[in-house]
């Protein structure tokens, strides 16, 4: 029995084989950090952007970059297709033209068969939306929006710079174009319950959302939030209190939403803590063998969650 609905699944039921995404660089910025809104940046965030933000400091190229990711991917998982993946700040934060070169530059590459685009819900407009959408007839289109949590208090204590009825917007504008929605949410933000944390699994069920990545905060050295943790004022989850809010969150997600991820990728030189949250593969046996142990599963409480007549197993 499949416990919740995974991405790799999800892409071999499409495409019959193993599909790889590809981080990239696009060379971008973000509101919260160049004045517009903020100069400092959310918590958490480390100035470099998550996951790939040293590539476009090597002077790598979008083909070189996509060439280097695919290359790898197909030595190391077999993959001959790939997702080229702009995920470092805000990939819809540039003038229409800039992306559209952007994208363009990345889908021309041999074995591309899906885009998905990482950025922020106030960094969306229609038109943008509408350029995503006209690669949709050659391409699988992904849409990944920050929310990381439906608590306003807690979007302004961590200086998000938008609130949650921004990311409602943003999705539901995206839905009106067909575009596929992957929220991104984390678990353990400062201040925030159990009961919080569950309350946004409650928001993202009642908005058009049909992926979702969830992971651990971690803290990353020379953050704001390093200094919280320096101060005592802040501490990390236990991988045991992680896996089990992990496992309550699935069961309150619809079934059809694909998870796209239930771990993070943190920098692994520059982390500061909780060092546990570098064993992305025993993580994930943890919440694989906490579903079992519960015998439970994705969405099994939605129904009931939602206000309804219990949950289902498909």
Same mark, same amino acid.
């Given at each position: ?92 934060? %540039? ?9 363009? *530059?990345? !889908?021309?590459?041999?074995?591309? #068969?899906? @885009?998905? =685009? ?105 953050? %704001? ?9 802040? *501490?990390? !989850?236990?991988?045991?209190?992680? #896996?089990? @809010?992990? =496992? ?67």
């Amino acid at each position: 029995m499949k416990r919740y609905r995974d991405f790799n699944s999800y892409l071999k039921e499409i495409f019959g084989e193993r599909v790889q995404k590809i981080p990239l660089d696009a060379g971008l910025t973000c509101p919260n950090r160049d004045g517009t809104l903020s100069r400092g940046g959310c918590l958490y965030c480390d100035g470099r952007g998550s996951g790939t933000g040293a590539l476009i400091h090597q002077g790598l190229s979008i083909h070189e970059q996509m060439t280097r990711g695919s290359e790898f991917a197909a030595k190391r998982y077999g993959a001959k297709k790939f997702i080229a993946y702009f995920q470092s700040f805000s990939n819809t934060y %540039a003038p229409l033209d800039t992306l559209k070169d952007l994208y363009d *530059r990345a !889908l021309i590459h041999p074995g591309v #068969v899906g @885009l998905s =685009v990482g950025t922020r819900p106030d960094c969306v407009q229609p038109e943008i939306l509408s350029l995503l959408g006209s690669y949709q007839k050659r391409f699988l289109v992904w849409l990944e929006l920050g929310l990381q949590s439906s608590h306003d208090a807690t979007l302004l204590r961590i200086n998000r710079g938008h609130d949650a009825a921004c990311f409602d917007r943003a999705a539901a504008m995206a839905d009106a174009y067909d575009l596929n929605v992957c929220a991104h949410v984390i678990l353990g933000l400062p201040g925030e319950t159990r009961t919080m944390m569950i309350e946004t699994a409650r928001h993202l069920s009642s908005v058009p959302v049909k992926g979702l990545k969830v992971h651990a905060l971690y803290v990353v050295q020379g953050t %704001a939030l390093e200094a919280m943790c320096e101060k005592g004022l802040y *501490r990390c !989850l236990t991988r045991e209190d992680y #896996v089990e @809010l992990v =496992v309550d969150f699935l069961e309150r997600i619809p079934p059809h939403v694909v998870i796209q991820r239930l771990t993070g990728d943190p920098p692994e030189l520059e982390l500061h803590a909780p060092q546990w949250v570098k064993d992305k593969g025993m993580n994930l046996q943890c919440i694989r063998k906490r579903l079992e142990e519960r015998d439970t599963w994705q969405g099994k409480e939605y129904r009931t969650f939602m206000g309804g007549h219990g949950g289902s197993a498909s």
